[in-house]
C-alpha cells in the first residue's frame, strides 16, 4: 500500500510540475508585449490595425495603456481601440469605450471625431446582424440606437462644425431622417389599412412636420389624402389631393395604385424581409 500511496504521489507531483511548465508557456506567450517601449507597442498595435487584425490590435493597446497609463501614445491607443471594437463588431464595448474617452479627456483636439466614431456604431449595433443576415428594414425595428447616433452625429455638426467629419456627419443625420420618416410612414399605413384613419393622418402629419424634406414626404401626403378621404372630409382630402399633383404628380395614389400592400404570404415569409407598403 505505502508503495501505491508514493506512487501515486510522484505521478501526481509530474502532473503538476508539467502543468506549472505549461503555464509558464503560456504566461511567456501571453506577456511578450510585456516590458516593451510604448512606441514598440503602439507601433505593433498600428500594424495591426492597417493588416486588420481587430483582436491583435485591441491586445496589445491594452498591454500599452496598462504599462503607460499617460501620454499621447496611450491616448491614441484608447482611440484606435474602440475603431479596432467597432470593425470586429463589439459595438457595446466600443461604445463604453469612446464614453469613458470622452468623460477623462473631454477637450480632447481629437474628441470631434469620438462622437463620430461613437454615431457610426450607434446607428450600426442591434440592427448590423439582423440586416446582414435576414435584409430586415432598419426602419422596422427598434430606433433607440439609431436615435442616438442621430443625437451624436448632430453633436458633431453643430458643437464641431468646422471639423473633417462635420459633413459626413450632416449626410449621416439626413439618412437617419429618412429612417425616422420610414417608420412614421409604415405606421401611418399600418393604421390606415386596419380602418384607423385619424390616428393613421396624425401619423402622416408628424412625419411632414418633424422630418420635411425626406424621401417620404409625399407618401406622407398620399396617406393625410386617403385618410381624410375615407373619413369623408373632401375638402382636407381634395387639398391633399392637389399638393401630392403638385409635389409628384406620377405618385401612384393619384392613379389609384396606392398603398400596395404586400400580399399575405410574403407578409408571412420570415425569409423575404420585411412586407412594406412604401416605395424605396
Known amino acids: 500500500m505505502s508503495v501505491l500511496r508514493g506512487a501515486a504521489v510522484a505521478v501526481l507531483a509530474v502532473s503538476l510540475l508539467a502543468a506549472s511548465g505549461c503555464a509558464r508557456f503560456r504566461d511567456r506567450k501571453d506577456d511578450a508585449n510585456e516590458g516593451q517601449p510604448v512606441e514598440t507597442l503602439y507601433e505593433k498595435g498600428h500594424k495591426s490595425m492597417t ?3 481587430w483582436s491583435s490590435a485591441e491586445q496589445t493597446y491594452r498591454r500599452l495603456v496598462a ?12 482611440i484606435e481601440t474602440a475603431y479596432a471594437q467597432y470593425k470586429s463588431g463589439k459595438h457595446e464595448d466600443a461604445v463604453s469605450s ?18 463620430y466614431l461613437r454615431g457610426l456604431v450607434n446607428s450600426t449595433r442591434d440592427t448590423v446582424f439582423l440586416q446582414r443576415v435576414w435584409h430586415l428594414d432598419p426602419a422596422r425595428r427598434d430606433l433607440a440606437t439609431p436615435m442616438q447616433a442621430y443625437n451624436d452625429f448632430s453633436i458633431v455638426a453643430e458643437r464641431y462644425g468646422n471639423s473633417r467629419y462635420a459633413a459626413d456627419a450632416r449626410e449621416r443625420m ?5 429612417v425616422f420618416a420610414r417608420y412614421e410612414m ?20 408628424y412625419t411632414l412636420e418633424n422630418y420635411p424634406q425626406s424621401r417620404y414626404q409625399n407618401d406622407a401626403i398620399a396617406a393625410m389624402a386617403a ?13 391633399a389631393r392637389a399638393e401630392l399633383q403638385k409635389a409628384d404628380p406620377n405618385h401612384p395614389y393619384l392613379k389609384g395604385d396606392w398603398p400596395d400592400y404586400p400580399g399575405h404570404l410574403r407578409r408571412l415569409n420570415p425569409f423575404g424581409g420585411d412586407a412594406s407598403a412604401l416605395r424605396d
Do not use: M, W
Not at 174 to 178: P, V
Open 227 to 239: 385618410g381624410y378621404s375615407e373619413l369623408g372630409n373632401t375638402a382636407l382630402a381634395n387639398d
Open 98 to 115: 469612446i464614453d469613458r474617452f470622452i468623460r477623462t479627456y473631454p477637450t480632447h483636439r481629437n474628441i470631434a471625431y469620438l462622437y
Open 186 to 205: 409604415d405606421t401611418s399605413l399600418y393604421y390606415l389599412r386596419r380602418g384607423a384613419y385619424v390616428a393613421a393622418v396624425d401619423r402622416a402629419k
Open 51 to 53: 493588416n486588420g487584425n
Open 174 to 178: 439626413a439618412q437617419l431622417r429618412d
Open 67 to 78: 504599462q503607460y497609463p499617460y501620454g499621447p501614445y496611450t491616448e491614441q491607443a484608447l
